[in-house]
């Protein structure tokens, strides 16, 4: 738990709920960082304890009174989470997005889950759930065409217009990652336990740079990573630069050919080690962006919801 700031009284508790990870924040009505938890009681494990106990033990431990209002975002809002929170279909603005989200009733205090969104288009259903909340918190330009890039496991590129969700994409870069590296031909070149791509090894570099210049033809490459440990020697940590740098220039290459040139720059949701593999990746395909920290995204995009909902001082109507 991080101590709290000395005069400062928390306004809201802001919880991001994935599948496998939960993490907790009291902030104050600026979204100042009063106290912090994380923990491993994301939606599998929540399922089994029930999610308000589990909730309340991260409240009790950073000193939540009993009234303080609480909003989620995540994947306790999915169909198999605490209650659902149904998709808004995009096109959407993003106020109206974060207005929408649902109340828990039968609790003693006032607790909110913000919906994800829905395209409903037939050659390319979509959803998410989370991301939507980063989005918030990213100081989009209210007008204007912008591409955002949020990487991860399943990595989301969105396309915002004049502050409207107009379409977004999945690319499932970071699974990718993980079944090649555990359960394909390429785990006897890497290794049991892959070693952490760097930025600046010159292998990833070597084929982000061959994925992009290729359209993100992936599939074709993907055996010459295993080639090459039979033929030259290559290392395990090379191997693990050579897919994941692979991987990831063809989703920017796939990305930039679906939602072509944009005139802004990218912008970039991500944070640590991953956040500067992306970084490299797009500087190598030509594309300018501008950083926005994930952590702080998600916690702006809960503290304006909780806005948006009338549940601290500010823009919205309580329920």
Partial sequence: MSPGIAGNAPAVAAIDWGTTRLRA?????AGTVLAERRGDDGLITAR?????????????????????????????????????????????????ILAGAV???GQRRDIRIVPGLAQREIDAPDVMRGEETQLAGA?????????VCMPGTHSKWVA??????????????????????????????MGEQPSPVTSDNPYFRRWCERALAEDGDVTSRLFAIRAAGLL???????????????L??????????RYGKSAAPIVLIASGALGTLYAEALGLAGLEI??????????????EAARENGMIAGTGVAA
Avoid: N
């Fill in 160 to 189: 915002v217009k004049d502050g409207a969700v107009a379409g977004f994409g999945t690319w499932p870069t970071g699974e990718l990652y993980s079944v090649l590296a555990a359960h394909s031909i390429l785990r006897h070149s």
């Fill in 48 to 96: 089994e304890k029930g999610f308000s106990a589990v909730l309340e033990d991260h409240l009790a431990a950073m000193g939540a009174s009993a009234t303080l209002p609480v909003i989620i975002c995540g994947m306790a809002g999915s169909r198999q989470g605490w209650l659902e929170a149904p998709y808004v279909t995009v096109p959407a603005p993003i106020g109206a």
């Fill in 232 to 246: 030259q020697d290559l290392k395990a940590e090379d191997a693990a630069a050579c897919l994941s740098g692979l």
């Fill in 25 to 29: 924040w009291l902030l104050d009505g």
């Fill in 290 to 303: 501008r950083t926005v920290d994930a952590d702080e995204a998600v916690r702006a995009g809960l503290v």
């Fill in 103 to 105: 109340r828990i009733e």
């Fill in 139 to 147: 100081d989009l330009p209210a007008k204007g065409r912008h591409l």
């Fill in 248 to 257: 990831i220039g063809g989703e920017i290459a796939s990305a930039s050919r």
